[in-house]
């Protein structure tokens, strides 16, 4: 069965600092998909990103980055710069095939303070 | 993509009574996924609702408690039957994408549910 760990329940920074949210999965599928999704305090899920367990190239879009690793089995996010816009719950989730429903982690709360 | 919209975005209802949740979806998808997040918890699957198909519930959830409708490939509904706080919940519903979007999970904007 899939699992996704989120070991860092809540974050606080002061902004600017860079921060960097853990996930790790457990699976037993050679082909699986990652997600991150942002959950601001009005409650609707904001997509971030998907991955591939075939495509472990980080990818970087403006201040997020995200570090795909299959040797470690973690797919950790890291905002440079942090804002308080980024005050949220970030939740990491898996499917083990395309169509399926996701797994979600825990989630990892930040708050970015002025 | 997909474009979900949920409604009621929120309620607040009364205990003992039922609420009906409905999803609509812009384009026509073979499964529909309800999800509950109770306060500062992560998301659970409920069901995954098939249309032409009874859904299938996850361990936990039954199908008298929450009954789900699915009459056609663009809509669903949830019902919460009656209700105590302990269902006080965000529900959400999500659908994957078609096409090139099929590995995407689409999620509506969620119902806050506060039961009284």
């Known amino acids: 069965a899939q699992k996704v760990t989120q070991a860092q329940t809540e974050i606080s920074v002061v902004e600017k600092e860079d921060v960097t949210l853990d996930c790790v999965y457990e699976t037993r599928d050679t082909t699986y998909y990652l997600f991150w999704y942002k959950q601001p305090p009005s409650g609707e899920l904001v997509f971030l990103i998907r991955r591939n367990s075939f495509d472990e190239q980080n990818e970087i879009s403006g201040r997020y980055s995200w570090n795909f690793q299959k040797s470690t089995s973690s797919f950790n996010f890291t905002i440079t710069a942090s804002q308080v816009v980024d005050s949220a719950v970030y939740f990491c989730a898996s499917a083990n095939q395309a169509g399926t429903a996701l797994i979600f982690g825990k989630g990892t709360t930040l708050s970015v303070s002025s | 993509s997909a474009v979900i919209s949920q409604k009621p975005s929120r309620d607040i209802c009364q205990r003992g009574t039922s609420l009906t949740i409905q999803c609509q979806v812009d384009?026509?998808?073979?499964?529909m996924f309800w999800y509950r997040q109770q306060p500062g918890q992560s998301l659970t699957l409920i069901a995954t609702?098939?249309?032409?198909?009874?859904?299938?519930?996850e361990s936990g959830f039954v199908i008298d408690k929450f009954p789900i409708s699915r009459p056609n490939l663009t809509f669903s509904t949830l019902t919460v039957s009656n209700m105590s706080p302990e269902d006080s919940s965000i529900y959400l519903c999500?659908?994957?994408?078609?096409?090139?979007?099929?590995?995407?999970?689409?999620f509506g904007q969620g119902t806050r549910l506060t039961v009284v």
């Open positions: 999500s659908v994957n994408g078609q096409g090139r979007w099929h590995t995407e999970a689409f």
């Open positions: 384009s026509q998808v073979t499964m």
């Open positions: 609702a098939n249309q032409g198909s009874e859904a299938t519930y």
